[in-house]
């Protein structure tokens, strides 16, 4: 798979009938088409320091290329929205303008078109946890090498510095499910992290009220993490409702269920990339003569 124009046959077959239909809708009708994405560990490699994350060096080009071509591209993250702009090289990128970022499970948007982030207040849970939790995690004998991440609208629980990751996850679920709790937050788990953040925003809500928005067609949503559940729900919920979708997942061990559900398993960051570079090829065959309308 590549970025060798006129070359469909390149894209992988999904291994269900349902994300068979998803991709021949896709591919049938672009313009209405949404390509959904996760941020971390779907565009950018999973490392042990949040900060140091940034895109696959093949993801700003192959979305830039499907960009013209498809109704929008949605990245819909537990990021700050713009951070994920940052450390995706999005803002300004030819092909891109028809892209937003969810950022914060969609209580966060960028827009490419106006470059700007708008987010409501933040909520005040968050404010105490952020002063709680050091002492919390000292407290109930935390595993030496977790740490916190500050992320704003959220604050995040890591233990994937621990000598044993899994375990010290699991020791810590329950007490920060409490603590969360307590402020009128829930937790998020992912991969070796617990986020606590606000009620009522997860990565379908987020997906499904934006594909309403653009009136979307078919969608192909691609994630790594157990978060992205939420958003594989939303589009299971769209093909009982007759709307075709495709789910990807950015394959990896640690997340089965995410695989089991999956229409198609691509190897990390470097297949979602391979896997846009290949229906950019194939749209591109199709439709030669410029991009494809928006959904409206």
Same mark, same amino acid.
């Given at each position: 798979?590549?970025?060798?124009?006129?070359?469909?046959r390149?894209?992988?077959?999904?291994?269900?009938?349902?994300?068979?239909?998803?991709?021949?809708?896709?591919?049938?009708?672009?313009?209405?088409?949404?390509?959904?994405?996760?941020?971390?560990?779907?565009?950018?490699?999973?490392?042990?320091?949040p900060?140091? @994350?940034?895109?696959?060096?093949?993801?700003?080009?192959?979305?830039?290329?499907?960009?013209?071509?498809?109704?929008?591209?949605?990245?819909?993250?537990?990021?700050?929205?713009?951070?994920?702009?940052?450390?995706?090289g999005f803002?300004g990128?030819?092909g891109?303008?028809?892209?937003?970022?969810?950022?914060?499970?969609?209580?966060?948007?960028w827009?490419?078109a106006?470059?700007?982030?708008?987010?409501?207040?933040p909520?005040?849970g968050?404010?105490?946890?952020?002063?709680?939790?050091?002492?919390?995690?000292d407290?109930?004998?935390?595993?030496?090498?977790?740490?916190i991440?500050?992320?704003?609208?959220?604050?995040?629980?890591?233990?994937?510095?621990?000598e044993d990751?899994?375990a010290?996850?699991?020791?810590?679920?329950?007490?920060?499910?409490?603590?969360?709790?307590?402020?009128?937050?829930?937790v998020?788990?992912?991969?070796a992290?617990?986020?606590?953040?606000?009620?009522?925003?997860?990565?379908?809500?987020?997906?499904?009220?934006y594909?309403?928005?653009?009136?979307?067609?078919p969608?192909?949503?691609?994630?790594?993490d157990?978060?992205d559940l939420?958003?594989?729900?939303?589009?299971?919920?769209?093909?009982?409702?007759?709307?075709?979708?495709?789910?990807v997942?950015?394959?990896?061990?640690?997340? @089965?269920?995410?695989?089991?559900?999956?229409?198609?398993?691509?190897?990390?960051?470097?297949?979602?990339?391979a896997?846009?570079?290949?229906?950019?090829?194939a749209?591109?065959?199709a439709?030669?003569?410029?991009?494809?309308?928006?959904?409206?």
């Amino acid at each position: 798979m590549g970025s060798n124009p006129g070359k469909p046959r390149d894209l992988p077959t999904p291994a269900t009938t349902e994300g068979k239909e998803g991709l021949a809708a896709l591919l049938a009708e672009p313009g209405r088409a949404v390509i959904a994405l996760d941020f971390d560990g779907t565009l950018a490699p999973i490392v042990p320091d949040p900060d140091s @994350a940034r895109a696959h060096p093949g993801a700003a080009p192959a979305l830039a290329r499907l960009g013209p071509r498809v109704g929008s591209i949605a990245v819909v993250t537990g990021r700050p929205a713009g951070v994920a702009v940052r450390y995706g090289g999005f803002a300004g990128v030819p092909g891109l303008e028809r892209l937003v970022v969810l950022g914060h499970y969609g209580a966060e948007r960028w827009d490419a078109a106006s470059g700007e982030v708008h987010a409501p207040a933040p909520h005040p849970g968050v404010n105490a946890v952020r002063a709680e939790l050091p002492g919390f995690l000292d407290r109930i004998g935390a595993w030496r090498g977790t740490w916190i991440e500050d992320k704003g609208r959220a604050v995040a629980v890591h233990t994937r510095r621990t000598e044993d990751p899994q375990a010290a996850f699991e020791s810590l679920r329950e007490p920060v499910a409490e603590l969360a709790a307590r402020h009128g937050l829930i937790v998020e788990p992912g991969r070796a992290v617990l986020e606590l953040r606000p009620p009522g925003m997860d990565k379908g809500v987020a997906l499904n009220d934006y594909l309403r928005e653009v009136h979307a067609g078919p969608v192909l949503y691609a994630g790594d993490d157990l978060g992205d559940l939420a958003a594989f729900a939303a589009v299971e919920k769209r093909r009982a409702d007759g709307l075709p979708g495709l789910l990807v997942c950015s394959g990896n061990e640690e997340v @089965a269920e995410l695989a089991a559900r999956a229409d198609l398993v691509v190897d990390g960051p470097a297949g979602v990339v391979a896997l846009l570079d290949a229906l950019a090829d194939a749209l591109a065959d199709a439709l030669p003569d410029g991009p494809a309308d928006a959904p409206g």
